[in-house]
């Protein structure tokens, strides 16, 4: 059977318990205002920790193509549509990551 459908399993409930708890400590906070304004901590560490607490954001992109479109294209022109999707994905996702690097700062100032 397992969990319905959407349901948390334990070890994520228990994840975003830890690090709420610690992403809500007062010392923690000081502690990692240091870290942040000495560079000292990996900033993928932090996002993570946010992430397991708060939840990610939504992550949405919009394509419209019709099914017509794409059966009359080769499949050199598919594979170069493919590309071009891929490039624009990761656009996307380097400046997500560079918007909650630095909303991550802008929370400890």
Same mark, same amino acid.
């Given at each position: 059977? +397992?969990?319905?459908?959407?349901?948390? /399993?334990?070890?994520?409930?228990? =994840?975003?318990a830890?690090?709420?708890?610690?992403?809500?400590?007062?010392e923690?906070? %000081?502690?990692?205002?240091?870290?942040?304004? /000495?560079?000292?901590?990996?900033a993928?560490?932090?996002?993570?920790?946010?992430?397991? =607490?708060?939840?990610?954001?939504?992550?949405k992109?919009?394509?419209?193509v019709? +099914?017509?479109?794409?059966?009359?294209? !080769? !499949?050199?022109?598919? *594979?170069?549509?493919?590309? @071009?999707?891929?490039k624009?994905?990761?656009?996307? *996702?380097?400046k997500? %990551?560079?918007?909650?690097?630095?909303? @991550?700062?802008?929370?400890?100032?």
């Amino acid at each position: 059977m +397992g969990r319905p459908k959407g349901a948390l /399993n334990v070890t994520t409930k228990a =994840a975003r318990a830890v690090c709420l708890k610690i992403l809500e400590d007062p010392e923690y906070r %000081q502690s990692i205002a240091r870290r942040i304004k /000495n560079d000292a901590l990996p900033a993928a560490v932090e996002c993570l920790m946010w992430h397991y =607490a708060y939840g990610k954001p939504t992550e949405k992109m919009e394509v419209h193509v019709s +099914g017509d479109e794409l059966q009359d294209l !080769s !499949s050199a022109q598919l *594979a170069a549509r493919a590309s @071009s999707l891929a490039k624009m994905i990761k656009k996307d *996702a380097e400046k997500e %990551q560079r918007e909650l690097e630095q909303e @991550s700062s802008q929370v400890v100032h």
